[in-house]
């Protein structure tokens, strides 16, 4: 009886020794020498994942900046401050970034855009799109507002107000989530400080607008020809601003007739 | 032999399958199947665990308990092995493969708590098997196990977008579909 207790005891015990100096050795032998520097570029940075830099997670973007595959700025979600801090540590210069925020190019909310039919699925814009008739508007490209993109913002930036998804520019980290999500790609990033936006996506034909939304694109070209500084380009049928060239003079919004070149004071 | 081999792993990759029929290994099966890439993750790293602890299980019954006669300190030998084992494989990918140490990471560790790697070893014992029929067994699990969490993930993308009662929504509904799973795979028993 005695025996047997020691018996059990002496094996699992030499069972249990055996396997801890081989994970002892092994790890002596296998060690990876983690560097400070990401150690501690991991603590500065935000850690909520998020991806919107583009790798798989906080962790991985500090090994990037550390190794000097990414530039200290590239977390969209700290800003400039963050970069700053992260240049200490790592010892580069931090170039100073716009401030990007993501914003939704529609403005045909429940007032000022038809509808045409009655969408009665699940509340996803995904799932709406996949159905024919954008989510029951006439308009095929505009916000259907069932707020795929609320649900994904970690930040709580996005809201559907009358229909239509919004950002509050302040809450906004320009992760980028919204915008992969967006089955009609409305949302894009605009410079915090833009001081003018274009509030619509629609490539239909001028007439065609008209019947669907009061706040559309009509791809008139009177904004083009009104910017000073040739910012205003046109893509297909509708105006996109080049804010690496606008002075912010507001001269487009002014001479829109459909008014859906927005300036953004109240927004 | 090799007709009886495969027909062991058939058996235990579909119709024995670990767990819709077994139910093993379920607490992963529901934590990591939301999307599908995550659960091919969880399913590349749960046969990569399984075919080596089979293994080394295997040895350490024939050649350790087997000859001191203490059979039934089987259960609490395998989990200190297999525990072992997760963390000597993981300082090993660290090392000598990032990618895969990267692509496998995250789900090394959670799998040393999963009990399909245990049961898997223990079955192996049960049911008398030599070393390259658990190994085999053991890979067939695995895939058995990737196959469901696969499924599963690609069901639950679905689910998502679709309108679930409010009160069926998240572990519910993932629950009442594993179930309806089980039942589908019940009807690989008519395969041997």
């Known amino acids: 009886m005695l025996e047997g207790v020691i018996i059990t005891s002496a094996v699992l015990g030499v069972l249990g020794c055996v396997i801890a100096l081989i994970l002892n050795f092994a790890g ?17 940075l935000p850690g909520n994942n998020c991806g919107g830099c583009g790798y798989a997670g906080c962790s991985a973007l500090a090994e990037a900046i550390s190794n000097g595959t990414a530039a200290p700025n590239a977390c969209p979600v700290g800003g400039s401050e963050l970069a700053k801090e992260i240049a200490k540590i790592t010892g580069k210069k931090a170039v100073d970034t716009k401030r990007m925020v993501a914003f939704v190019h529609c403005g045909g909310d429940c007032v000022k855009s038809v509808r045409k039919g009655d969408y009665s699925g699940s509340s996803s814009c995904i ?5 024919q008739g954008n989510g029951g508007k006439a308009c095929l490209s505009g916000c259907m507002g069932y707020g795929t993109c609320v649900d994904v913002c970690e930040f709580g930036a996005l809201s559907i107000k009358n229909g239509i ?15 992969k999500v967006c089955p009609n790609s409305l949302i894009s990033f605009v410079p915090y400080d833009a001081a003018v936006t274009v509030k619509c996506s629609s490539q239909e034909r001028g007439a065609v607008v008209k019947s669907q939304c009061s706040v559309g694109c009509l791809g008139c070209t009177l904004c083009t020809k009104q910017c000073p500084v040739n910012a205003i380009q046109m893509n297909g049928n509708v105006a996109r601003i080049d804010y690496s060239l606008c002075t912010s003079c507001g001269a487009c919004a002014e001479k829109c007739p459909s008014k859906c070149i927005i300036v953004n004071t109240v927004q | 032999m090799f007709k009886d081999l495969l027909f062991i792993m058939l058996g235990s990759a579909l119709v024995n399958n670990v767990v819709l029929s077994q139910f093993l290994g379920l607490c992963p099966f529901l934590g990591v199947s939301k999307k599908t890439d995550t659960a091919i993750g969880m399913g590349s790293a749960v046969i990569f665990v399984i075919t080596i602890a089979s293994a080394i299980t295997s040895l350490v019954y024939t050649y350790i308990l087997v000859r001191f006669n203490l059979e039934f300190l089987n259960t609490i030998a395998f989990i200190l092995v297999i525990a072992a084992l997760v963390q000597f494989v993981e300082m090993f990918l660290k090392k000598f493969s990032p990618p895969l140490y990267n692509s496998l990471g995250v789900y090394l560790p959670l799998i040393t708590t999963n009990c399909a790697v245990l049961g898997v070893a223990l079955t192996n014992v049960q049911k008398e098997y030599d070393f390259i029929t658990s190994v085999a067994n053991g890979f067939a699990t695995s895939v058995g ?20 009662p409010e009160s069926f929504r998240g572990t519910p509904i993932t629950l009442a579909t594993a179930g309806l799973m089980a039942l589908a795979f019940f009807g690989f028993k008519g395969l041997l």
């Open chain 1, 28 to 44: 002596d032998k296998f060690y990876v020498s983690i560097n400070e520097k990401t150690e501690k570029i991991i603590e500065v």
């Open chain 2, 145 to 164: 196990f990737t196959i469901a969490i696969i499924i599963l993930a690609g069901i639950r993308e679905r689910i998502d977008e679709k309108a679930v």
């Open chain 1, 127 to 131: 799932s709406a799109k996949a159905v």
């Open chain 1, 165 to 179: 998804s919004v950002v509050d520019k302040e809450k906004c980290r320009a992760c980028g989530k919204c915008i």
